[in-house]
């Protein structure tokens, strides 16, 4: 149970990197930050729609499309993105195509790499300080 809470940590932290480096990078990925509650709640919500749609789009990317199994990450990342911004929240909005495709892969790539190396950076602390011990 711990650990299943530790890797959710993770990924929502990850996700929300993502998206915060996505807003810095791209001037159409905007996260409205007066609304910051939003915000929170986007990265919630996205980070429930990826875990089930990554799945879901791999299974039928495998059936009828294998040749796009290279991409599934981008395109849930992207179908997840379409999610968040259409719902009434506020908290992040994209305003151009270049903020789509773009936001999509960056969000994408950081938080594949904050879920990879995240847990290292928590792991290496922890086995320190029972070394320590």
Not at 32 to 49: P, R, S
Not at 87 to 101: C, H, K, N, S, Y
Request: aromatic share 10%.
């Amino acid at each position: 149970m711990i650990t299943l809470l530790f890797r959710t940590l993770i990924y929502l932290v990850s996700a929300g990197i993502g998206l915060i480096v996505a807003d810095l990078v791209l001037p159409g990925f905007q996260i409205q930050w007066d609304k910051w509650w939003g915000f929170v709640i986007c990265i919630v919500i996205f980070a429930i729609l990826q875990s089930i749609l990554s799945p879901w789009i791999t299974k039928l990317a495998d059936r009828y499309a294998p040749v796009l199994m290279g991409g599934i990450g981008i395109f849930s990342t992207l179908v997840a993105l379409i999610v968040v911004v259409l719902l009434p929240i506020g908290g992040l909005r994209i305003v151009d195509v270049t903020g789509w495709l773009l936001g999509s892969v960056i969000v994408w790539l950081i938080s594949a790499l904050g879920t990879v190396l995240l847990p290292l950076i928590f792991l290496k602390r922890e086995v320190k300080e029972r070394r320590g011990r």
